[in-house]
Every structure is written in C-alpha cells, then in structure tokens.
C-alpha cells in the first residue's frame, strides 16, 4: 500500500490539466481546511481536498474506484485477509463521507469524481465540473 500515490495521481493530474486548459487556474493542490468541532481542544481537524477553489469555495475530491468504493465498479474484495480489508475500506468510505459533511457545514460545495468517470465519460465529468464552477 506504501506504493500508492496520495497526490499526483494520474486521474488528478488528468483532471487539472484540462482545468487549467478550460481557463480555471485558480485552483490550490491539496490545500488544508481547517475547522473546529466542539471536542477539538487539543487539536484542530482538516479536511485536504484534491483539487481546491478557495474563492468560489468548491472542494473538488478525485476518488479511486478500488479504494473508495466505488458504487458504479463493484470491485470485489480480496480474497485473503477479508475481514481487514472490509474494515479498512468501511473506514475509507466512513472518512471521505464526514469530510464531505463537514465541508458543506462550512458552506463548500463539495464534487466528488470518480476514477472510472474520468476514463469512461471524460468530457461529461468535466462539463459538470465547469458549470459547477460558472
């Protein structure tokens, strides 16, 4: 797993490249967000999103359809040690759904984009992604 990319992947790069190329260059890279929950004392949680757009507040977040879980793929687990890797990515799906949440409390919209959309239905990925931009 140490072998994974966390930034930079090729669908991410994908996705800026034609951002920038459709003339929306203001986005930030994995730019921190920090918010403050009631039981935040000690330390303040953040949320880091792939692609940000400070000024229009927009959250852009570029899942992989393996390790996300992906409703559309239905990736099958692997076969040995299931009970880890079921957990492992309830967790994942668990942690990318409160930071959606918490985005939208802080008034962000939120795109979530697919790994297999930016394969498969390119420019139609990118058309909701720019009319959600304006």
Request: charged share 30%; net charge positive.
């Amino acid at each position: 797993m140490s072998a994974n990319r966390p930034k930079d992947t090729k669908p991410e790069l994908l996705l800026r490249r034609a951002l920038w190329h459709a003339g929306h260059r203001g986005y930030r890279v994995n730019y921190r967000i920090k918010f403050r929950t009631p039981q935040s004392a000690v330390r303040t949680p953040s949320v880091r999103p792939d692609i940000s757009f400070v000024s229009k507040k927009t959250a852009i977040f570029v899942h992989g359809c393996y390790w996300h879980r992906c409703p559309k793929c239905k990736y099958p687990l692997p076969k040995t040690n299931t009970a880890f890797w079921t957990a492992k990515f309830e967790r994942n799906v668990a942690r990318d759904e409160q930071k959606r949440k918490e985005l939208r409390r802080l008034g962000w919209k939120v795109i979530t984009v697919w790994e297999c959309d930016l394969k498969k239905r390119f420019s139609a990925t990118l058309n909701r992604i720019l009319r959600t931009l304006g």
